[in-house]
């Protein structure tokens, strides 16, 4: 089960940190993804991290805005967001996946939290 938290409104150029919550011992062997759906989108990749956290990967309108972590100790993974802009406006899920790999896939995430609502106000 993954319960995400974290979401909010801010201005823009802000920044929140999303976490994800994940119950059961075996989070730290899963690839973790953060994926997000504006209004009448679709659901699409924002970032991901490997199973030990050294390979991560970016949709490329967050690079360097983005940064994703985990903490395999306390079964979270993170989303730091800064320089918030209203084009990232959505609701944010995270995703585990089985293969411990930091991918870009929708498909191949098996497990989603119920998501959490992010609003950048211009």
């Known amino acids: 089960q993954l319960v995400e938290s974290g979401g909010g409104l801010v201005q823009a150029g802000g920044s929140l940190r999303l976490s994800c919550a994940a119950s059961g011992r075996t989070f730290s062997v899963y690839g973790m993804g953060w994926f997000r759906q504006a209004p009448e989108k679709e659901r699409e990749f924002v970032a991901a991290?490997?199973?030990?956290?050294?390979?991560?990967q970016y949709t490329d309108s967050v690079k360097g805005r983005f940064t994703i972590s985990r903490d395999n100790a306390k079964n979270t993974v993170y989303l730091q967001m800064n320089s918030l802009k209203p084009e990232d406006t959505a609701v944010y899920y995270c995703?585990?996946?089985?293969?411990?790999?930091?991918?870009?896939?929708?498909?191949?995430?098996?497990?989603w939290g119920q998501g959490t609502q992010v609003t950048v106000s211009s």
């Open positions: 991290v490997s199973w030990r956290g050294g390979i991560t």
């Open positions: 995703a585990a996946r089985l293969d411990g790999q930091a991918g870009t896939r929708i498909n191949d995430y098996a497990s």
